[in-house]
């Protein structure tokens, strides 16, 4: 008997055992394919020898001390490294162990700076149904799925949502994406105008919706009619780049495939690339000037920020994905996973849409294609997509069961960055297989 808390009380999961590139090995020996690398976590899959070596070099040196004493090399070198990377405006950057830590702090922020900069009136967030931002409570209140936040209903905090940008199920016949932007960014501004535009402190969402509707990135200009809506009426953007961010879509950060230019941002996952676990904030130097011009003090705080060994693995992943041309790779690499799932699943009469941006990708499972109708909830459907493929040897992250007819099933596919090509052409045959 396991003494472990588990996810679900009633599944009892393998031992893992090991990692070798893309394949993780269970203590029976079977490997299987790694296809979703956790959840977008494994970027690098699960031998990376600079990753490991990095982390060690730090261990011999010294593991841990409080940010409260001292500041480390691995955490300044993170940060410059950071800040040269990310899109011009980000600053500044507060490192956090997860990425609902690296939400949390991010709504706190920008709380803080309403509060410090006379508007305390400000304390309204907007984000968007169907979304997942973390576990704790701020960030379980900021996302809107609503399977999630009713077992803890009503949340601590009040937040209010609106539609997200979901062409497959969004986009009305005969309308452009670009009037479906804007529509978007519309109702967007008719929710503050309701709220009263100088009572909402942000507009949070993901670039590339992950976990909650399968690798949906918005239209084109969507993001840069949210920027103009936030900008008319002093709201700020927080993106929330936890699944997307780090590569994963084709560019270090999503959003600069949006044009957009985020307040504050917050990243985890692929930073450490499972070998720690680490999350960062970045923001605006607008708003951290302000709050070293007011108290001097962000009012937040965790024991493990800025970890030195978290930070030297994340500073290697960096290395990696940067120095090393890893991340220039996901492009081609996302078309050509692309390429073979439209090959085996283009006319499929269960798959409605492919979809997403570099190695983050989603097929919608549909009860009837024509109609896009999904499936009944009650058939669970990704429940046994998920135990198929594992079955097969493949571990991939299905999702979804409509619960308000908003959305279908969907497998989210997110593998390391370095899946070759027979590796991409056994993930779409044992994925064929599952479905
Ligand atoms: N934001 C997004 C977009 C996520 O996908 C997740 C995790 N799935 C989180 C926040 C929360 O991250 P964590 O589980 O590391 O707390």
Redesign the pocket.
């Known amino acids: 008997m396991s003494h472990i808390f588990p996810r679900h009380t009633l599944i009892q999961p393998p031992r893992i055992a090991g990692g070798d590139g893309v394949y993780l090995i269970d203590a029976d020996g079977k490997r299987y394919l790694d296809g979703s690398g956790g959840?977008?976590?494994s970027c690098l899959g699960h031998s990376d020898r600079k990753v490991l070596d990095a982390i060690k070099a730090q261990l011999d040196r010294i593991a841990f001390a409080h940010t409260g004493f001292f500041t480390s090399d691995p955490a300044e070198e993170l940060a410059d490294r950071l800040i040269a990377l990310a899109p011009e405006g980000l600053e500044r950057v507060y490192l956090v162990?997860?990425?609902?830590?690296?939400?949390e702090a991010a709504l706190k922020l920008a709380r803080q700076y309403f509060i410090e900069t006379g508007q305390p009136q400000r304390r309204h967030v907007i984000a968007r149904q169907q979304?997942?931002?973390?576990?704790?409570l701020g960030?379980l209140a900021t996302?809107g799925n609503r399977w999630r936040r009713a077992p803890f209903a009503p949340l601590l905090m009040e937040t209010h949502h609106v539609s997200p940008c979901y062409a497959y199920r969004g986009q009305q016949p005969g309308e452009t994406a670009d009037a479906y932007g804007l529509r978007l960014a519309r109702e967007f501004e008719s929710k503050l105008e309701e709220l009263g535009p100088d009572t909402v402190m942000a507009f949070v969402a993901?670039p590339v919706?992950?976990?909650?509707l399968g690798a949906v990135p918005a239209v084109p200009g969507y993001f840069k009619a949210i920027r103009e809506v936030c900008d008319r009426h002093g709201v700020l953007l927080i993106l929330?780049?936890?699944?997307?961010g780090m590569g994963r879509t084709g560019t270090l950060f999503a959003c600069e495939q949006d044009g957009v230019r985020p307040d504050i941002c917050?990243i985890?996952?692929g930073l450490g690339a499972g070998y720690q676990?680490i999350?960062a904030m970045l923001c605006s130097g607008t708003i951290y000037e302000a709050i070293a011009a007011g108290s001097g003090f962000f009012q937040h705080g965790h024991t493990y920020m800025g970890h030195p060994t978290a930070c030297a693995a994340a500073l290697a992943v960096l290395g990696r994905l940067t120095d090393d041309g890893i991340a220039a790779d996901v492009a081609p690499r996302g078309d050509r996973l692309r390429a073979a799932l439209e090959d085996r699943f283009g006319q499929h009469p269960h798959v409605g849409d492919i979809r997403g941006r570099g190695l983050f990708l989603g097929l919608e499972l549909v009860a009837d294609r024509e109609n896009r109708t999904p499936f009944d909830p009650a058939r669970k459907v990704n429940a046994r997509v998920k135990r198929a493929a594992f079955e097969a040897g493949l571990v991939c992250y299905p999702m979804g069961g409509t619960i308000d007819g908003q959305r279908g099933d969907h497998v989210l596919l997110a593998p390391p960055f370095i899946l070759d090509e027979d590796q991409t052409g056994e993930l779409v045959d044992k994925l064929g297989v599952a479905i």
Do not use: I, L
């Open positions: 959840a977008a976590v162990s997860g990425g609902s830590e690296a939400v979304s997942y931002h973390g576990n704790t960030a996302g993901e919706v992950g976990a909650t929330d780049e936890v699944m997307c917050a985890a996952k676990p999350g």
